[in-house]
């Protein structure tokens, strides 16, 4: 368990014997949840610091269609909802669910702010993790102002791109549902705008596989 814990963002940089050091005097728990649990409830407070040890989750939202939208995904070793921890309104804004089987460990936040008053390392990680979180929520932002569905399959697939860098071809990496929840619209809909991008000339997919045919135009679509 403690190699687990050392890959997470929050103990980066420290041996196992420190962690081991560390929790011996920190209280902790590890839950474990099955794949579709739901790990916490949009509107409850958030008074702890959580460390996905294993497994992926993701975070979503009902709009007012009643469609879920999926905000953000994150796999282990990470952590989640530590932006919420020291807030004024620490009230989660979204349910956060477990994609598959998962391990996470948890600390109180009383226990947690001993740990940043008494290793100045743990405290550099923990702003490290804020400051990264905020660039994410940044990119978010960006690509939901983009409005039409072939900007946001052009900008996803941009990015897939910068990625792969120096590959011809590279894999969608979701799945069509997984992509239509992430864009908050109908499977029917993601794969009819993605046949569009393939019958305008700017994909070429084959073998569940995409190669950027016009880059520039894609940026375009971006706009």
């Known amino acids: 368990m403690f190699a687990e814990i050392s890959k997470t963002p929050v103990f980066k940089g420290f ?4 962690i081991i050091q560390l929790l011996n005097t920190t209280h902790y ?7 579709e649990s739901v790990i916490a409830f949009s509107g409850e407070i958030c008074d702890s610091l959580y460390l996905l040890l294993k497994g992926s989750i993701r975070g979503e939202m009902c709009n007012y269609n009643e469609k879920n939208i999926v905000v953000s995904e994150i796999h282990a070793p990470d952590t989640f909802a530590e932006a919420f921890l020291f807030a004024d ?6 349910n956060i669910i477990a994609n598959t089987d998962t391990k996470i460990l948890v600390i109180y936040k009383e226990d947690f702010l001993r740990l940043l008053n008494r290793n100045m390392k743990i405290l550099d990680n923990y702003l490290n993790i804020i400051s990264n979180r905020f ?16 900007g946001k399959l052009a900008n996803y697939i941009l990015n897939l791109g910068k990625e792969n860098m120096g590959k011809t071809s590279f894999k ?16 029917p809909a993601l794969t009819r705008n993605l046949l569009k991008l393939k019958n305008d000339g700017l994909l070429e997919i084959k073998n569940k596989e995409i190669k950027i045919i016009e880059k520039e135009k894609l940026i375009q679509l971006l706009a």
């Not at 041996?15 to 420190?18: A, D, G, I, L, N």
């Not at 309104?89 to 979204?94: E, G």
């Open 172 to 187: 969608l990496g979701k799945t069509h549902k997984e992509l239509a929840t992430l864009f908050g619209i109908t499977r």
């Open 135 to 150: 660039v994410i929520v940044t990119e978010k932002i960006h690509f939901l102002m983009i409005k039409t569905i072939k």
């Open 29 to 35: 728990q590890i839950r474990s949840y099955e794949a």
């Open 15 to 18: 041996k196992t014997s420190e």
């Open 89 to 94: 309104k620490n009230k989660l804004l979204i």
